[in-house]
């Protein structure tokens, strides 16, 4: 796209040092988080780890991982792709736009789409990537720059879909059900998307969200912080908390559809991510959705006289075009679903 036309990025915002601009700013937020205990640990393939998640994604619906099969050192490689990705020249990284002839699409660098005139943008430039099923990737938008970037992307991806099955297995048997329950909801083709998160620093850090406050649609996510910086912020019990983490750990939290086919015991958390008059923040999430066309609800187990169904069943596809427009303007869609 021609470089006079284009709409400019966060960073380049960031980097001029300029406020930001009306479209990003919100009115009465309030980013001072309550004083609180940090967020639970779960230390996978201790004998507890049932006892242990079960107690985390009742209460908080989200907890920090340790021991989750990949080493620090790891962690960090994939830390460093990301930042070297989002510090190649921006002329490089609009080859992976996800503007077409300036049509929007959901994968590829850029922002959100832009739905309505009242809608505040989130002060962030991400790249959005489809990872599994592996015939849906779209490796044209695949980052060639770093070198490792596609390598690395693969390694986590494959890493992580081990645990997410490996997770969702100890949360069917901590509700004493069958390990399959929730797997088996999946389908075939279940999809892992990956977002790189780049929050350039803003010098009006009070005035914007990196991301505004959302529960994520898809079943479960992962979420590797930036090493350094904070900005995660989660609501419990209606205050909002902010999220810190041992390096090492990754953060799990549950999504809508987690929330439907559990019936409403693991819930999906409202969070949010603030940014900081100067340092940039860089995170990794991973998206873990039922195939589209699998028809996703509570699980049998977890219906009964005592506790009768909440949720009704519903498509993930169908799931998704209702919620990425309610998401755009800061509205939940896991209402719509209520019986
Ligand atoms: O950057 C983060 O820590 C969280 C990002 C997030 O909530 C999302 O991408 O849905
Ligand atoms: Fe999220």
Redesign the pocket.
């Given at each position: 796209m021609n470089e006079q036309t284009r709409k400019m990025m966060v960073q380049e915002m960031a980097e001029r040092g300029e406020n930001p601009p009306s479209r990003y700013i919100w009115k009465d937020i309030h980013h001072q988080p309550a004083d609180a205990p940090p967020i639970p640990i779960v230390y996978l393939g201790h004998p507890d780890e049932a006892e242990q998640i079960k107690a985390a994604l009742q209460s908080w619906g989200m907890f920090q991982v340790m021991d989750c099969g990949m080493t620090a050192s790891f962690l960090d490689e994939v830390r460093n792709v990301a930042k070297e990705f989002f510090q190649i020249p921006m002329e490089e990284k609009q080859k992976y736009t996800n503007l077409k002839n300036g049509k929007f699409h959901y994968e590829g660098y850029g922002n959100d789409e832009v739905v309505t005139d009242d809608q505040v943008l989130d002060w962030t430039d991400?790249l959005y990537l489809t990872v599994q099923p592996e015939d849906m990737r779209k490796l044209e938008l695949w980052p060639e720059n770093p070198s490792s970037f596609r390598d690395v992307l693969n390694e986590f991806a494959t890493k992580s879909r081990e645990m997410l099955d490996y997770v969702l297995k100890v949360m069917a048997k901590s509700l004493e059900l069958n390990e399959d329950s929730f797997i088996s909801q999946f389908g075939d083709r279940s999809i892992l998307d990956v977002?790189f998160?780049n929050?350039p620093c803003c010098p009006r850090p009070e005035l914007v969200n990196?991301?505004k406050p959302?529960s994520?649609s898809s079943a479960l996510?992962i979420?590797l912080?930036?090493k350094d910086v904070e900005?995660?912020q989660v609501m419990k019990d209606g205050v909002w908390v902010k999220?810190t983490t041992s390096p090492h750990a990754l953060?799990l939290n549950m999504g809508d559809l987690m929330e439907i086919m559990s019936n409403g015991i693991f819930k999906s958390p409202v969070?949010?991510?603030v940014t900081n008059m100067n340092k940039d923040?860089i995170?990794v999430?991973f998206?873990y959705t039922p195939d589209g066309e699998a028809e996703i609800g509570p699980v049998d187990g977890l219906v009964s006289d005592m506790r009768p169904r909440l949720y009704k069943n519903v498509k993930p596809k169908v799931y998704n075009e209702i919620y990425f427009p309610r998401f755009l303007q800061g509205k939940p869609t896991i209402d719509f679903f209520k019986v």
């Open positions: 991400r977002r998160n929050y990196g991301i959302h994520d996510t979420i912080p930036d900005g995660l999220v953060i969070h949010r991510v923040r995170s999430a998206f």
